[in-house]
């Protein structure tokens, strides 16, 4: 219950609907400060629609969310950024005729605490992300899938949230690069930055997460710890292809 009380995000009840689809059929989730959770699910679940609800770009149905105790269920998606949610959305969508440093300034749009402190942000997070660095004066659309990725969280980042939403971050990268991002996840873990990770790679996801939510055709079906979920066999059988 204080758990919840403390919530950095709230979401009760939640429903979307596109049309006659309903694509979250009232959906109920929390998120406290320092926490990252994750949502998995496969194909279609409503995983993108939830993050994108969250973030003001599809409109709720029925249902609430709270940010900070602030109702922001009809707020629109450009106030939420400076409230403190920011989204890497799925796709990256990075602004691919504009520059790495340039795509990084965007990100700090609606920041009124001057260019030097902008400036600032920009170099912690060449260092956080190395590979941008070497790229900073580069277009963004000439990178690789995985350089826009990181281009992509390290955007979203500099509107410095205090919530950040990860969509699908391994969504199309090779194995060796998704190990990348996800070492880079864990390291904004420890700097406290609290995290909701929407994944279909459920191993990683459950490894790095404190808490997990299972979402089937838009609605959740389990929640726990991620490391109970992750011995969970129907979660082990359904995302983690073990045989329970
Ligand atoms: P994936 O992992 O494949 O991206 P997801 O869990 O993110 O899937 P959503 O993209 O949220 O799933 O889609 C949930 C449901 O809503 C699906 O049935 C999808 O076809 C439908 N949907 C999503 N966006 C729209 C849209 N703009 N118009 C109509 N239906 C949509």
């Known amino acids: 219950m204080s758990d919840q ?3 950095l995000l709230r979401v009760e009840s939640l429903q979307v609907h596109y049309g006659a689809v309903q694509a979250l059929k009232g959906v109920s989730l929390h998120v406290n400060a320092g926490e990252v959770v994750t949502i998995i699910g496969g194909n279609g679940a409503g995983k993108s629609t939830l993050m994108k609800a969250i973030s003001g770009l599809e409109p709720a149905a029925g249902g609430s969310i709270a940010f900070l105790g602030q109702d922001i269920t009809r707020m629109p998606g450009h106030l939420r ?3 403190g949610i920011a989204q890497s959305p799925e796709g ?4 691919a005729d504009q520059t790495v440093h340039d795509n990084l300034l965007l990100g700090a749009y609606h920041r009124k605490d001057g260019a030097a402190a902008i400036a600032a942000d920009i170099e912690r997070q060449f260092a956080t992300f190395p ?3 070497e790229r900073r004066g580069q277009m963004a659309g000439t990178m690789s899938g995985g350089e826009q990725q990181m281009l ?3 955007r979203a980042l500099m509107a ?4 950040l939403l990860l969509d699908e971050p391994s969504l199309g990268l090779a194995p060796l690069i998704v190990k990348e991002i996800f070492a880079i996840v864990r390291q904004l873990k420890q700097q406290g930055v609290t995290i909701l990770l929407v994944e279909q790679m459920a191993n990683q996801a459950l490894v790095v997460a404190d808490r997990a939510y299972v979402l089937e055709t838009g609605r959740f079906t389990l929640e726990g710890s991620a490391a109970d979920l992750r011995r969970d066999p129907k979660v082990r059988a359904a995302y983690l292809g073990a045989h329970a």
Do not use: D, M, N
């Open 131 to 133: 590979r941008l660095s």
């Open 92 to 95: 990256r969508q990075v602004f």
């Open 152 to 154: 992509a969280i390290a």
């Open 81 to 83: 950024v400076p409230l």
């Open 160 to 163: 410095r949230p205090q919530l």
């Open 5 to 7: 009380a403390t919530a």
